[in-house]
């Protein structure tokens, strides 16, 4: 080890709990005598189960390549365990880090805020995150980085062995999500090749899980050791409806309003499945409390808030509305990340409607799709958890005895199962694993899922016809993006208009930008009336964009409330446009515009074909009968009551299948059939084409084109 390492003591418990430390203490870190807020802290850190278990985790580890952790939800894996490492030496300042990765991008954030807190130190230093376009860390500093798991992912791709690493903490391995997964095979590659003493240096794993598969988990690390931690939790009570509840938001308002009304003192925490939702639910919640005796103060929780309004939903419950009136409450009204990434402390009753949006795959008709699908038991048990942290709670099931028993799969399946894999396929042809089909996965996707990926980048040229990465797919794979996407900005240079592609792809990888609140919905319309191209929301999108970049600094938070346009969704989009802007430099790809003028005007042709270049795959066509049919799958779809497109065009390519009671496509353009013969016949050929409406239009299209050329 180099002598930069840095030894640092944070005082060994002595199994009580009580830490031997006197106030003189300095930071090892930034050599500053520690903070009052360090100690505050430190009282609750030394409070965690984990904290007990210090010791012999650091022994474990240091004994093992790979370990094992299993504990309850709340106990202190994640904010304790990788500070436990860095303790071990495990980290060098500048040469290498540890690595804790998190399914969510909410939790990577607000995790990394919290432990740089707890180690007193600056956000961004010593302790830093990196999210899909922005990275908060240093590589000269950083000795813990919080990173999601598809972060870590994209990080192997230029850096195979995962160098800058000397341990990695793969959190919640239990929800199985598809990059853990991969990691995890890429980790059975990896994990030989830098064992102790090798030319590389050891890399250490530590495996974590609330509870679930630990067994499996021990078994694929070659038997690594578990380190149990038991919880500490109280009881809760549970309490089904008897009947089935035919509309859960409302169900979940009147429950919580009801807890609030006749229940004990003690917070709540609320499971919906979506921001629509939830900010629908906060909204009723806010309006049918005022009236009431005891304070209700409503936070959302959702990926897409704001890092300060997600840090709200730690602040303390209100007091009593008058000195001596019943205490206020608080109510958290959270998608899933609240059911194990993130612990509030304070919550005593959990309302489960028993929903979350989880991904679906079809792999026949190749349409991934967020649908809201009933929880396993497995998710129940661990939301009926969260009241019973700090005393004794209830949960509020919103469904069935009968239902739970019945109706609800014992766990959830693995996220590979329910993916489209063109992503991972791409990354893992980067990597240089060509063998797919014995990948070590944990669980293997399915074969046809694995076909449908390599076929759809064979269709993109990011694969030749014997699988071999092409030029192209190299060129793809280093923008963190859909393949789709990523071949939509590769050629948008030759329609002349890559500076506009790119800002229409910033604008689609960020939340929302057109807001519609319900309660002012009409002049939400009219705003965004303003900017309807009404051959495309993509250009919709642009038309949008383009005037934001054209105002003012000082003057674009007014344009943006005017407009009803999201501001941070914008900010955001600039973020992500100049960064795509300086992938695309270094792979030398031109940036031309088809705004000749300079004053924001394109040409709309011009990106509509580029767009077409791209997403050729996804494109529908309007029978006779009126409806639109997707073109070779001859799936059934409606265009989005929220698209500008409303003049029922022939063809149309979209950006998103999304299942719901209909199956919608949403982000909608309008494209011709000449462009799809003259952009994508390797696409188009007729001689694999199913028998359709839309055949007989290419067969017309091609034999036109035959005909200009036998003129020629
Ligand atoms: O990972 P695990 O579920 O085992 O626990 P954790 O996330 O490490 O949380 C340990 C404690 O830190 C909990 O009591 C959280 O409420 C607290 N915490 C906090 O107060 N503020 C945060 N931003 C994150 C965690
Ligand atoms: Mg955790």
């Not at 704001?306 to 206020?328: D, L, N, W």
């Not at 959270?334 to 949006?357: H, M, R, W």
């Not at 958890?385 to 109706?407: I, Q, V």
């Not at 996220?415 to 396929?425: D, F, G, Q």
Request: hydrophobic residues 35%; aromatic residues 8%.
């Amino acid at each position: 080890m180099s002598d930069r390492r840095r030894k640092i003591d944070l005082g060994s418990s002595d199994g009580n709990g009580n830490s031997k430390r006197n106030k003189q203490d300095v930071n090892p870190w930034t050599g500053a005598p520690y903070s009052q807020r360090y100690y505050n802290i430190l009282e609750k850190r030394i409070k965690l189960p984990v904290y007990q278990f210090k010791d012999e985790l650091i022994a474990k580890v240091l004994e093992n390549q790979s370990i094992v952790v299993e504990g309850e939800t709340g106990s202190g894996k994640t904010t304790q365990i990788p500070q436990f490492l860095l303790e071990a030496g495990l980290a060098t300042q500048g040469e290498t880090c540890v690595a804790c990765t998190q399914p969510r991008r909410v939790a990577a954030t607000s995790i990394a805020q919290r432990v740089a807190d707890e180690m007193d130190v600056q956000l961004g230093s010593e302790v830093g995150y990196t999210i899909r376009f922005e990275d908060v860390s240093d590589p000269h500093t950083t000795v813990l980085k919080f990173l999601t798991d598809g972060m870590l992912l994209r990080e192997a791709m230029h850096d195979p062995l995962l160098m800058r690493y000397s341990a990695i903490v793969l959190d919640e391995c239990h929800e199985r999500t598809l990059a853990t997964d991969v990691i995890m095979g890429l980790l059975m590659e990896i994990l030989p090749k830098r064992k102790k003493g090798s030319e590389h240096g050891e890399l250490k794993v530590v495996v974590m899980s609330a509870t679930l598969d630990a067994e499996k988990f021990q078994e694929y690390f070659h038997n690594a050791p578990l380190l149990k931690v038991p919880g500490r939790t109280f009881p809760v009570e549970i309490f089904y409806t008897a009947k089935p509840e035919r509309n859960y938001v409302e169900a979940a308002v009147r429950t919580t309003l009801h807890i609030h009304q006749c229940e004990a003192p003690g917070d709540i925490l609320v499971f919906l499945t979506g921001e629509q939702e939830i900010e629908q639910a906060c909204e009723e919640l806010r309006e049918k409390s005022r009236s009431m005796d005891a304070e209700l103060v409503v936070y959302p929780l959702y990926s897409s808030l704001s890092p300060e309004q997600q840090r709200k939903i730690f602040s303390e419950a209100p007091g009593p509305r008058t000195p001596g009136g019943p205490p206020g409450r608080k109510v958290v009204v959270s998608t899933n990340i609240a059911e194990t990434s993130l612990t509030i402390d304070g919550i005593v009753y959990v309302v489960d409607p028993g929903f979350s949006k989880q991904k679906v795959y079809n792999p026949r008709i190749r349409v991934e799709s967020l649908l809201v699908s009933p929880i396993s038991r497995a998710s129940a048990k661990q939301r009926s958890g969260r009241a019973g942290r700090t005393r004794p709670g209830k949960c509020f099931r919103l469904y069935t005895e009968k239902s739970f028993h019945d109706d609800l799969q014992e766990t959830t399946y693995p996220e590979i199962l329910r993916s489209k894999m063109s992503n991972v396929v791409l990354t893992l042809k980067k990597l240089g694993i060509d063998d797919l089909v014995h990948f070590d996965f944990l669980d293997p996707p399915a074969p046809e899922t694995l076909m449908r990926a390599l076929e759809l980048l064979n269709y993109l040229g990011a694969l030749d016809d014997e699988g071999e990465m092409t030029e192209l797919g190299y060129q793809m794979s280093e923008l963190p993006l859909d393949p789709q996407l990523a071949k939509l900005i590769l050629v948008s240079p030759d329609y002349g208009c890559s500076s506009e592609i790119v800002s229409i792809v910033a604008s689609l990888s960020v939340p929302q930008i057109f807001l519609r609140p319900r309660e002012s919905a009409k002049q939400a319309d009219e705003a965004k009336a303003q900017f309807t191209h009404h051959e495309s929301d993509h250009l919709t999108l642009l038309r949008a964009y383009n005037e934001y970049a054209m105002i003012p600094d000082k003057e674009r938070k007014q344009w943006c409330w005017d407009n009803f346009i999201s501001e941070r969704s914008m900010i955001s989009s600039v973020n992500v446009r100049n960064q795509l802007l300086g992938i695309m430099k270094r792979l030398d790809i031109q940036v031309v515009s088809s705004d000749i003028k300079g004053d924001g005007s394109f040409s709309s042709v011009d990106i509509r074909k580029a767009l077409t270049a791209g997403m050729f795959m996804q494109v529908a066509y309007r029978q006779r009968s009126g409806e639109y049919l997707t073109v070779k799958d001859n799936q059934h779809v409606y265009i989005h009551p929220s698209s500008v497109v409303n003049n029922r065009p022939e063809w149309v390519l979209f950006e998103e299948f999304a299942l719901t009671t209909k199956n919608y496509i949403r982000t909608v353009t309008v494209t011709n059939v000449d462009w799809l013969v003259e952009l994508a016949p390797h696409y188009f050929d007729l001689e694999n084409f199913p028998k359709c409406e839309a055949k007989g239009e290419l067969e017309k299209a091609y034999g036109r084109i035959a005909q200009s050329r036998s003129r020629r």
